[in-house]
């Protein structure tokens, strides 16, 4: 069994140079037993994602029994127009479900994670309804779904403002290469963080999976708390 994950720059493997930012998705080999295929990329929508190629790759390489992981927002909320949360993201994620299913494999759907913008100590939700229609979409689909909206969110609130900078990509002048008069940047994790999430979403995976012939069970969603 391979784990497959399909999802924009949170998940993606960075450019050689850009360390250590890093999406969750390149650390997640460190803590499952399967292998790990990556096509996220950086920028990507539920749009893009086909309209590239990424996603006629992804099942040309699936074989029953696979799994793969879904995780689209962040560029998505971007395009009301198309990609609305009820309307072209929605729809699109319920296609790339149904290919899956017929292709033998099996689809993990993920809510987008959070953007790390505190209000005092509690974190400003900045993904509108996305998360919401993921919810619905997978209850209504009766498949698995991991809440990565609620559990950064949670993260964040735990570490705390100062505590969980460092997860995200805040350098100082001349820290990293790719940007030598420093960045601050509440979106993309540095390493630190991208393994913590992919610890949880390693930890979902084994989670929802039967015990009996490593299928997900279907109707259980996983929502955080886990450190």
């Known amino acids: 069994m391979t784990y497959l994950l399909a999802g ?31 096509f996220a990329f950086g920028g990507a929508t539920t749009e893009s994602f086909i309209q590239f190629g990424s996603w006629a790759s992804l099942l040309e390489t699936i074989v029953p029994g696979d799994t793969v992981v879904i995780q689209f927002g962040h560029n998505d909320q971007r395009e009301p127009a198309l990609l609305g949360s009820r309307g072209g993201y929605a729809e699109r994620l319920r296609g790339f479900v149904q290919d899956l299913s017929s292709g033998g ?26 998360p919401n229609a993921v919810r619905d979409l997978a209850l209504d689909l009766d498949i698995p779904l991991i809440d990565l909206t609620a559990f950064t969110t949670w993260l964040y609130e735990d570490l705390g403002d100062e505590e969980s900078r460092a997860l995200l990509s805040h350098y100082a002048p001349g820290e990293t290469i790719a940007w030598r008069d420093g960045l601050v940047d509440n979106t993309h994790f540095r390493i630190d963080g991208a393994r913590r999430i992919a610890a949880f979403v390693a930890k979902s995976l084994r989670a929802i999976e039967r015990r009996d012939g490593d299928q997900p069970a279907k109707g259980i969603e996983i929502v955080g708390g886990v450190g």
């Open 105 to 130: 494999a099996t689809a993990v759907l993920c809510t987008p994670v959070e953007r790390r913008w505190f209000d005092g100590d509690r974190v400003t939700p900045t993904h509108g309804d996305y």
């Open 8 to 38: 924009d720059s949170t998940v993606a493997s960075m450019k050689p140079g850009e360390e250590p930012m890093a999406g969750w998705g390149e650390c997640l080999h460190e803590f499952v037993d399967a292998s790990v295929r990556n």
